[in-house]
């Protein structure tokens, strides 16, 4: 696993971690991010619970301030290399 997001960090991926401390995490969330299961080991529907939504919405609220953070900054600005 770690190598194929070496390769995806590489072309440009932000990765936006979920703290094992986010309200939720411990119904509905994993190390990569939040999830949430809708269906019953039969496959009836049970709908997702609201911790699985909690931690979806924190979640949320991390990747929008990740990105207000790279709307607002030049982080990947091109700066070139004085190589005399």
Same mark, same amino acid.
């Given at each position: 696993?770690?190598?194929?997001?070496?390769?995806?960090?590489?072309?440009?991926?932000?990765?936006?971690?979920?703290?094992?401390?986010? @309200?939720?995490? /411990? $119904? !509905? =969330?994993?190390?990569?991010? @939040?999830?949430? /299961? $809708? !269906? =019953?080991?039969?496959?009836?529907?049970?709908?997702? $619970?609201?911790?699985?939504?909690?931690?979806?919405?924190?979640?949320?609220?991390?990747?929008?301030?990740?990105?207000?953070?790279?709307?607002?900054?030049?982080?990947?600005?091109?700066?070139?290399?004085?190589?005399?």
């Amino acid at each position: 696993m770690l190598g194929l997001l070496s390769n995806m960090a590489e072309l440009g991926l932000i990765i936006i971690p979920l703290p094992k401390n986010t @309200p939720g995490y /411990r $119904s !509905g =969330g994993l190390q990569w991010g @939040p999830y949430g /299961r $809708s !269906g =019953g080991p039969n496959m009836e529907q049970t709908g997702i $619970s609201k911790e699985a939504l909690e931690v979806a919405y924190h979640h949320g609220i991390h990747i929008a301030k990740a990105a207000a953070v790279f709307k607002e900054n030049a982080v990947f600005k091109l700066v070139e290399a004085d190589v005399h």
